[in-house]
């Protein structure tokens, strides 16, 4: 049977808006950001040459800048080191969390927005990390729906891989990523909450008997630090 393997990377390290949900923002990578990037190259390459495992030649990334940037700096970077030519394809499908018409807005207009509209209940203490919880607007998504919405496409992209074991890359956003890794049984929903990812550091799941397993790379332990993507 074919190995199913799969690394999924957080962006880099990009110009985030201070106190603002990040899932919508259109910045770029910093300078450090665009060289953790350059830095996952190798580790991938000592990955597929420890498990035998071909690179895929396309990365699969969220078409929000700053992870495209990270998905196209890590297939530069990948081709000169290869000599084979890795390209990027990016989707919508792999976006962080929609927080849908408060695209963008701090968390305290947020607030406030929510507080001005009679319709709306009170937001819990914990709305932002909140698995569940989809914010009382107009195109807004909880965790999990970013959670099942990439997992999905993780598994399309998985369904015709060829003949060869392969390592398929994706690059998208922490909170949608972990929430992913639950909904495909890798991550318990209750450790959710206990990490994070670093910025461009691969995590390896391999789909073995119908489910799929952590098989390497670190998640990032969590220290009561706000949720961010």
Same mark, same amino acid.
């Given at each position: ?81 290869? !000599?084979?030519?890795?390209? =990027?394809? #990016?989707?919508?499908? %792999? ?6 018409? &408060? /695209? ?51 598994? !399309?992209?998985?369904?015709? =891989?060829? #003949?060869?074991?392969? %390592? ?6 922490? &909170? /949608? ?53």
């Amino acid at each position: 049977m074919v190995r199913t393997v799969i690394a999924l990377l957080r962006h880099g390290d990009y110009h985030q808006q201070a106190d603002t949900p990040s899932a919508l923002q259109p910045w770029p990578l910093t300078e450090t950001g665009r060289a953790q990037a350059r830095a996952a190259a190798p580790q991938l390459m000592d990955f597929c040459a420890e498990h035998q495992l071909t690179l895929a030649h396309q990365i699969d990334c969220s078409s929000l800048l700053r992870a495209w940037q990270t998905a196209q700096i890590l297939a530069d970077e990948l081709t000169r080191l290869t !000599g084979t030519a890795v390209t =990027t394809a #990016s989707f919508d499908a %792999l976006w962080e969390r929609n927080v849908g018409s &408060a /695209a963008n807005l701090t968390t305290t207009q947020i607030q406030q927005a929510v507080a001005s509209d009679p319709r709306c209940p009170p937001l819990p203490d914990n709305w932002k990390s909140d698995s569940h919880f989809r914010l009382p607007l107009p195109g807004a998504e909880s965790l999990m729906d970013a959670g099942h919405r990439v997992a999905s496409h993780i598994e !399309g992209a998985m369904t015709n =891989t060829g #003949s060869d074991p392969q %390592l398929k890359v994706f690059v998208g956003h922490g &909170a /949608a990523i972990r929430h992913a890794a639950s909904v495909m049984g890798a991550l318990a929903e209750s450790d959710i909450p206990t990490l994070s990812m670093y910025h461009a550091q691969p995590v390896f799941l391999e789909r073995i008997d119908d489910h799929w397993h952590h098989i390497g790379g670190n998640w990032k332990i969590r220290h009561r630090e706000a949720h961010a993507d």
